[in-house]
């Protein structure tokens, strides 16, 4: 078992950057593969960006080159730089690792 927690979202305006944190219960090493996800209001939720522990780094095709997806597992916790933004991005952010969710960070872009 893990919990899993989102800190770092907000209301930033179009064109500008936030960094999420995913912080876990117990150390994340042997966790395979961590994931962002996010759902917007009335939407299905969509992977964002998904690291696993060895191997290819992948990204839906709308934040490739803008966002980036780390995992820091000294300090157990998963990252998600997200740059430029844009205001169809305001949703509900998502840690998600070895089956188990956290309770969302939400992120706003507007002006």
């Known amino acids: 078992h893990v919990q899993l927690v989102e800190s770092g979202g907000g209301l930033v305006q179009p064109g500008g950057s936030l960094r999420l944190s995913c912080a876990a219960s117990?150390?994340?090493?042997?966790?395979?593969?961590m994931a962002w996800y996010r759902q917007a209001p009335g939407m299905q939720r969509e992977l964002v960006a998904r690291l696993p522990y060895t191997g290819r780094t992948t990204y839906t095709d709308a934040v490739k080159g803008r966002f980036t997806i780390t995992r820091d597992n000294a300090e157990n916790t998963l990252y998600l730089q997200m740059n430029s933004l844009e205001p169809e991005e305001t949703s509900v952010y998502y840690c998600?690792?070895?089956?188990?969710w956290g309770r969302g960070t939400q992120v706003t872009v507007s002006s």
């Open positions: 117990r150390s994340i090493v042997s966790i395979i593969t």
């Open positions: 998600q690792g070895d089956g188990y």
